[in-house]
């Protein structure tokens, strides 16, 4: 990062000097007088750490005050701040938010803050520029999350009782009572917090629970489901996990230029650092970590962007016990609402769960489009967007052939090529997550220098889906320099011919749920390096298919003398270019 120190006493009280460039293409008209940024202690508005009380109101005058203000930085102090209660009024899901604010920073300086209400996050950024948020660390108390140890097991009843752990909340306190019919379990292994049991399914979809006793639970899961636990061992940890939706602890929406540095987080409601439709993301040296006396850390992903513009940088995390992915990265479809007057004129929506809409701003002159048959799994036509009016979410296509009847939104949809691209993922561990560990739906990417380590499911999973809203192709990614040393033990993936340690395949999700395979000519997946890895799990595949331009070299396969080595690495199917060379430890 650049250096931003400054002498103190050339400065008035409470101002320090920020000698980076504006952003704005308004305010860079060759300015050289240093910017001056208002300092902002929540210690001036009774915000004092480990006093034992709420600070909420604090914090949010001195957010407030720092918007108004901006430039400015706002100042917290090491040591426990509280917040409780209720949200904040510009966002129904967060403790916190900053809206339409510019050039703000929030310095930690090692702060703690423990989030006393299990149904909200921590801090929503909305239509906001140049956001830095610094050397933080979050839990919960009360857990978002409850786990106890399987004491009993009834397949035939398709029951389990559980006692819960110290430390964790009832079965029928909120958020967990109010979302039971929604909640789902995973098995946590004994001896490995954050990893799940080798064997069982990483997903259990719950009916309902009873309380035998306090702190004992019999929990009903769906009729069938008595297989998922068939390999777990005596004493395994089941965790429940309840998810409303909305509460994600870091919610970024329509933003330019986000960056967390020095992020801790040990419990999550929702997913973690979110981000829609935001331009610009630093994700670095940001930590998830399962505190002692625990078995998981979140309830959904780590990092999870939808509809972004690069540069997008994950650099130097640690991401351990979430029960979802580590990473997810993808562009949503966008479906014609109506047409325009014009030929090519379009209003697009986005649509997720049938109703709620994402905000206009995804399609911008000069954005690459594909038209894309879902039906048939098909590209109908390429072209770009030759104008847009972002309010009213109008987007000017510049051709649309007379054969699509691009009004069909069940049938065509669009997909803006120019989101999720220019991403790098370096130097991260991702240890011990429930599914995927870097689900990608993305372009010019790289991967480079990552440990993958207890993934249940897939390490890397690069995939299209027809059917499902969490889309986009990908081309251009290279994985090198990684290490991988567990992944694909959950009873799902193993000798699934869809789930690899790495998988570079259109479709694997939904065919892997028994949906139809996607058209052989459809080259959704293009131009993937896999060169110079480690993989020391004796079950390591690569799946590769539907693809073109695909090259595995010099990577090394290292397993222990007393595991069988696989007859057969890679398996492919439908790729046209695959080149494999200089590969140790199987055979090209």
């Not at 609402?337 to 994402?358: D, I, W």
């Amino acid at each position: 990062l650049p250096d931003r120190s400054f002498e103190a006493s050339e400065l008035k009280e409470n101002e320090v000097v920020d000698t980076r460039p504006p952003i704005s293409a308004e305010a860079t008209d060759n300015t050289k007088e240093a910017v001056k940024v208002k300092e902002i202690h929540v210690r001036d508005f009774g915000a004092v750490p480990g006093d034992g009380k709420n600070d909420l109101s604090a914090i949010r005058e001195a957010l407030k005050l720092a918007m108004e203000a901006s430039p400015a930085k706002v100042v917290f102090e090491s040591g426990r701040y509280i917040l409780a209660d209720e949200a904040s009024a510009m966002s129904p899901n967060q403790f916190l938010a900053l809206r339409k604010a510019r050039d703000i920073t929030l310095e930690g300086n090692g702060a703690m803050f423990e989030l006393r209400n299990p149904e909200l996050g921590f801090l929503a950024v909305v239509q906001s520029e140049n956001i830095r948020v610094r050397n933080l660390s979050i839990n919960y108390d009360p857990l978002p999350n409850t786990s106890g140890r399987i004491i009993e097991f009834d397949p035939a009843d398709s029951r389990v009782r559980i006692e819960l752990l110290p430390g964790h909340p009832e079965l029928d306190s909120e958020p967990l009572q109010s979302v039971a019919l929604k909640a789902w379990m995973c098995l946590h292994n004994p001896e490995v917090p954050g990893r799940l049991v080798a064997g069982a399914n990483n997903f259990i979809r719950l009916d309902r629970f009873e309380r035998v006793s306090p702190r004992v639970y019999d929990i009903y899961f769906r009729k069938g489901s008595a297989s998922r636990f068939q390999d777990a061992p005596e004493g395994s940890i089941a965790s429940i996990i309840g998810r409303k939706g909305g509460a994600q602890l870091f919610a970024n929406r329509g933003n330019r230029s986000i960056l967390y540095e020095g992020i801790t987080v040990y419990s999550s409601p929702e997913l973690v650092f979110v981000f829609v439709d935001t331009e610009g993301i630093t994700l670095d040296a940001c930590h998830i970590l399962v505190p002692e006396g625990r078995f998981m850390s979140t309830n959904g992903d780590a990092f999870h962007a939808q509809n972004c513009r690069g540069p997008i940088r994950i650099l130097n995390c640690t991401f351990e016990g979430q029960v979802d992915d580590a990473i997810n990265i993808y562009s949503k479809m966008g479906l014609v609402e109506s047409l325009g007057a014009k030929p090519g004129e379009l209003v697009v929506t986005r649509k997720m769960a049938a109703t709620a809409r994402l905000p206009a701003g995804r399609f911008l002159k000069g954005d690459s489009v594909v038209i894309y048959d879902i039906l048939n799994g098909r590209v109908a036509h390429e072209t770009v967007v030759s104008a847009s009016e972002t309010a009213e979410r109008r987007v000017q296509l510049a051709s649309v052939p007379d054969s699509i009847d691009i009004a069909d939104n069940e049938r065509f949809v669009l997909f803006n090529q120019s989101l999720c691209r220019d991403v790098e993922i370096t130097g991260n561990t991702l240890r011990n997550n429930r599914r995927f560990g870097v689900f990608l739906k993305a372009s010019d990417v790289v991967i480079r220098d990552n440990l993958f380590d207890g993934m249940s499911g897939t390490a890397i999973m690069i995939s299209y889906e027809k059917h499902y809203w969490e889309a986009g192709f990908s081309e251009n990614v290279v994985i090198e320099e990684n290490t991988f040393l567990q992944a694909g033990f959950e009873a799902g993936y193993l000798h699934n011919d869809y789930m690899g340690t790495i998988t570079a395949l259109p479709g694997a999700v939904e065919a892997f749920n028994g949906l139809p395979a996607l058209d052989p000519e459809l080259n959704a997946v293009e131009g993937i390096i896999i060169r110079n890895n480690l993989f020391e799990d004796p079950e390591t595949k690569l799946i590769l298919g539907y693809a073109e331009d695909i090259e595995v070299i010099g990577n090394q396969l290292r397993t222990h003398p007393d595991f069988s080595r696989r007859a057969s690495v890679i398996s492919a199917q439908h790729v046209r270019d695959l080149r494999v060379s200089g590969n140790q430890g199987w055979d090209d």
